[in-house]
C-alpha cells in the first residue's frame, strides 16, 4: 500500500498560492484588491494636488506608488505565468480575450509606470520624497532631454493605463449588474460554480 501525500488526504486544507483554471488564489485575490486601493489613492490624490498643491498629497502618491511597484512585479510575474481562470456562465469569445488583454496590459503597466515615472523624476533632477523625509535614490544624472523623452513616455502610458481601468471595471460592473454572474463574488475569495 502506497503513502498517501499529506496534501491529497481527506479532510485536509491546502493553501493555493497560484491561480488555476477554476478560480483565483487567496494571494491573487488580496494582491488584486491591495493594488486596486493604491491606484485608486493614487489617483484620488492626483485629483487633490489639482485643487490644493500639497507636498503632503505628493509623498503620499510616491509612498503608494513605491508599494505598488514591487507588489506590481509580483502580480505581473504570477499573471503570466499561472493558468487564468475559466470565465464564469458562457461569456462571449471576443469579450473573454478583451479582457484577459486588457487584465494583462494593466499588470504590465503598473510595472512600467513607476519605472518611467521614477526615470522622468530623476531625469529632471526632482527628488521623490516619502513621508518621513525618506528620499528615493535617483536613477540618472539630470538631463533635460531625457526628462521631456521619459515625461512624455510616461504620460503616454498613463493615459492608456486610465483607458485599460476603465475597460476592466465596466467589465466588472456588467458582469455584475448586467449579466449578474459570480464574478465579482470569486474576486472576493468565494467559491463560484463556472
Known amino acids: 500500500m502506497s503513502k498517501a501525500q499529506p496534501h491529497l488526504m481527506p479532510g485536509s486544507v491546502r493553501f493555493k498560492t497560484r491561480d488555476n483554471g477554476l478560480g483565483f488564489s487567496p494571494i491573487t485575490i488580496v494582491l488584486h484588491w491591495l493594488i486596486a486601493f493604491l491606484v485608486l489613492s493614487i489617483i484620488a490624490m492626483k485629483i487633490v494636488a489639482l485643487f490644493a498643491a500639497s507636498d503632503n498629497a505628493e509623498r503620499f502618491v510616491n509612498l503608494c506608488a513605491t508599494l505598488l511597484f514591487p507588489l506590481s512585479i509580483y502580480r505581473f510575474w504570477a499573471r503570466i505565468t499561472s493558468w487564468h481562470p475559466l470565465p464564469v456562465g458562457t461569456p462571449n469569445p471576443v469579450e473573454v480575450m478583451v479582457s484577459r488583454s486588457v487584465a494583462v496590459a494593466l499588470a504590465l503597466a503598473m510595472v512600467l509606470l513607476p ?4 526615470l522622468a523624476k530623476s531625469s529632471a533632477g526632482v527628488p521623490i520624497e516619502l513621508p518621513g523625509g525618506v528620499i528615493v535614490p535617483a ?5 533635460s532631454g531625457a ?3 521619459f515625461g512624455v513616455l510616461f504620460d503616454i502610458g498613463a493615459g492608456a493605463f486610465l ?5 476592466h471595471m ?3 460592473f456588467k458582469n455584475h449588474f448586467v449579466l449578474k454572474n459570480d464574478s465579482l463574488r470569486r474576486m472576493l475569495g468565494k467559491h463560484v460554480e463556472l
Open 147 to 149: 526628462a521631456h523623452v
Open 163 to 167: 483607458c485599460g481601468l476603465i475597460l
Open 115 to 118: 519605472i518611467a515615472a521614477w
Open 170 to 172: 465596466f467589465g466588472a
Open 139 to 143: 536613477l540618472m544624472r539630470p538631463h
